[in-house]
């Protein structure tokens, strides 16, 4: 027990969220470099192009030239064992995007200097609000000229609603950018001519002009201290709880693409950031140190590998030790599994493991076995985590087989992909089939996968509807009048769902139907 605490006490597990272009790939890439888990600069970077294109659906990818998987990473730092969830980096993200959030104990936002908040980073915040997650801000790329200091954290304030504590101040920025000053360990970090990390310890700002003596010019020393002043009589106060509850985000800068504030951030998110967390289940929290072995089923990806048609379904270990081989529970089913070919997933690589602790993931070989939200635990019929929450599509289309002697096959299909997450599906009173997607590359991926995987082409007719509302009461569906201005369907667990064209119709239901409580997602609904 005491060695599954210890284990647990070194683990950080988080995604990295940003809009397209900020710098994700190039931070990840930094991080493991420090590690050591990467020797050479430039290898994560070739994910984007041939070198992991392995599988049949990666084609689609590589003739995009986008990444739609996201994976997992671990390393390791100053004994800390660090796992990194990648989320897809284009702009037409999709659901597993949002799930993968569901797998992190913490979040790191990064936000390119110049271009402030975007509005994928938005839509990823909000998720994170919602439940909860600390978020940590890197504002990269201070190499170039951008927005002033003070000028994001108000954005960070005002668009995303998080208070905002500067952990350290860019000395100068563009041109003249030098390095960070420390506001937490009082210290100056630069690179000198040989890009070598040096290091000043200092009493206080008073002694900061005579320090950067020689590193800065005058004007970048004069408004550093100015701003530096200014934020400490003006800026928020430093709150742990504060930062662990996701109402205030620690805020570093750095450039990435240099490594500038690269292990400073690390070094300062280790110390804060929360170790693997607790978690709800349908008999109360259940805590990582929990004897028995437990986690869920976040994500599964198809097709990693053609040569064997294999799925692999992404399980994070929330307590307890995961052992190779041992025999587990799958609460949906009752059924009993050994999980005999337990993968963790390295910069490039991927390898058989012997064992993981709460916040690892484990890739376990799914010949089919799993959904998305599944349950496993080494002791039968204990709890189960409940499922992931489904969330809210933006865009909608009919679709069938084109060739109606492919029927079963697009059944098996399109429930597979759902099951996998990779659509949502919806069913009209008439039976008709409704996909549902967060992001329109989805329905790409969908009929690439339909066609190559279950040979089915297909016949798909887009819909001008953009929202999705899952009615609370599952009876207040029942009295509902039809509309043109709304669609009545049921989603795969047979939960009423309505679906509008666009705000203006959401209003007038609301103003016609005060009493029928809709939700965003399908978060805490019975089915
Ligand atoms: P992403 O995964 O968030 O999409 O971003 P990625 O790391 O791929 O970075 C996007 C671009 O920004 C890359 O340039 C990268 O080199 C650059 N970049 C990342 N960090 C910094 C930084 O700190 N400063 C500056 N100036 N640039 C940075 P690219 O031209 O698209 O690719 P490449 O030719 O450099 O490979």
Redesign the pocket.
């Known amino acids: 027990m005491g060695h599954i605490k210890e284990e647990t006490a070194r683990r950080r597990t988080f995604a990295i969220i940003?809009h397209?272009?900020?710098?994700?790939?190039?931070l990840t890439e930094k991080l493991l470099l420090l590690g050591g888990a990467i020797r050479t600069a430039g290898a994560v970077?070739s994910r984007k192009s041939e070198k992991f294109a392995t599988s049949d659906w990666m084609e689609l990818e590589k003739q995009r030239g986008i990444s739609v998987t996201s994976s997992v990473m671990q390393f390791t730092y100053n004994d800390f064992k660090i796992n990194i969830l990648d989320t897809p980096?284009h702009q037409d993200f999709s659901e597993d995007t949002y799930r993968t959030l569901m797998a992190v104990d913490s979040v790191v936002m990064i936000i390119d200097v110049a271009k402030g908040v975007e509005p994928q980073t938005i839509k990823l915040f909000k998720v994170c609000r919602d439940r909860g997650i600390p978020i940590f801000t890197f504002i990269?790329?201070l190499?170039?000229q951008g927005k002033e200091p003070l000028e994001l954290f108000e954005e960070i304030e005002d668009v995303l609603g998080i208070e905002s504590f500067p952990i350290n101040y860019p000395i100068g920025m563009g041109q003249s950018f030098r390095g960070v000053y420390d506001r937490f360990q009082k210290k100056i970090e630069w690179y000198n001519e040989n890009k070598e990390r040096q290091t000043l310890d200092i009493e206080s700002i008073d002694h900061l002009s005579e320090a950067l003596k020689g590193v800065a010019d005058q004007s970048t020393i004069a408004q550093l201290e100015e701003e530096l002043l200014l934020i400490e009589e003006a800026g928020n106060e430093f709150d742990i709880e504060a930062v662990k509850a996701g109402k205030q985000t620690p805020v570093f800068f750095g450039?990435?693409?240099?490594s500038f504030g690269v292990p400073s951030f690390l070094e300062h998110y280790l110390q804060m950031a929360p170790t693997p967390q607790p978690r709800e289940s349908s008999a109360g929290v259940i805590g990582p140190d929990q004897a028995a072995f437990s986690g869920f089923v976040f994500k599964i990806q198809a097709n990693m590998n053609p040569a064997h048609r294999d799925r692999i379904a992404f399980l994070r270990v929330c307590s307890g030790k995961f052992e190779k081989g041992m025999t587990v529970w799958l609460d949906r089913t009752g059924k009993s599994l050994k999980l005999a070919q337990p993968q963790q997933f390295f910069a490039d690589s991927r390898e058989m493991i012997d064992e993981a602790y709460p916040g690892d993931i484990v890739g376990l070989y799914d010949p089919g076995f799993y959904q998305i939200g599944d349950t496993v635990c080494s002791v039968k019929d204990t709890f189960n985590y409940g499922e992931l929450p489904q969330f809210p599509p933006e865009h909608f289309a009919k679709v069938r087989a084109k060739n109606a002697m492919k029927q079963k096959h697009f059944l098996k299909g399109i429930n597979q992909l759902a099951q996998e997450g990779a659509i949502q599906i919806y069913r009209t009173p008439y039976e008709e089939t409704i996909l549902g997607v967060v992001g329109q590359l989805q329905f790409d991926v969908f009929v690439y996968r339909m066609k190559a995987e279950y040979g089915v082409d297909l016949d798909m007719q887009m819909m001008p509807h953009q929202l999705a509302k899952w009615i609370v009461d599952k009876d207040a569906a029942n009295h509902l009048q039809r509309s043109s201005n709304h669609l009545v369907v049921s989603d795969r667990d047979e939960r009423p769902v309505i679906i509008f064209e666009n705000e203006f119709a959401l209003r007038w239901f609301n103003q016609k139907h005060p009493d029928v409580k809709l939700a965003d997602s399908s978060w805490g609904l019975t089915s």
């Not at 450039?255 to 240099?258: L, P, T």
């Open positions: 940003s397209p272009d900020a710098g994700k790939t190039t970077k980096g990269n790329k190499d170039r450039s990435a693409v240099s």
